[in-house]
């Protein structure tokens, strides 16, 4: 049986880490003009819930302010908030990650909807450019939806 030298560990870990980068930070597509949102991490912090997102605006304008009206469900499946999340500017073909935080455990919410732009201030781009080809996914337990 050959001895993995420390080196060799090294390397080993080092490129399976890569290889995990790799596939957990792979850039949303932007080859279709609109905003891409992608719920990343759901992590309980104390008694509240942080909910991280990745953000790319596909468009080639940039975004000066894009507000989300957004509902959370519980488990049974009935609304529990109702809120405004400012995912601030957006730049164009840039990716953001903009994380909120609610108080309760990330247990307590199954569905995050996106349920339409409040805000969506941009120069070149009409009032549904922060709506319109929304592309929503999630790497959590929790759907997001649209």
Known sequence: MAAL???????????A?????????????TSAAGIS??????????EACKLSFVVTNG????????????????????VS?????????????RLRVRQFQFPQACADISRVLINGAQTCSATGLD???????????SRTNMELLG
């Open 81 to 93: 908030r109702l809120t405004l999340l400012d995912f601030q500017d957006l730049p164009a073909g």
């Open 127 to 137: 009032a549904g450019g922060c709506t319109r080809g929304l592309m929503l996914s």
């Open 5 to 15: 030298t420390l080196s060799g560990w090294a390397g080993a870990a080092g490129l």
């Open 37 to 46: 949102i992608e719920l990343s991490v759901a992590e309980d912090i104390g």
């Open 17 to 29: 880490w890569a290889e995990n980068l790799a596939q957990t930070s792979a850039p949303l597509p």
């Open 59 to 78: 468009h080639h304008k940039d975004i000066a302010q894009a507000v989300f009206e957004t509902v959370l469900f519980d488990g049974a499946g009935q």
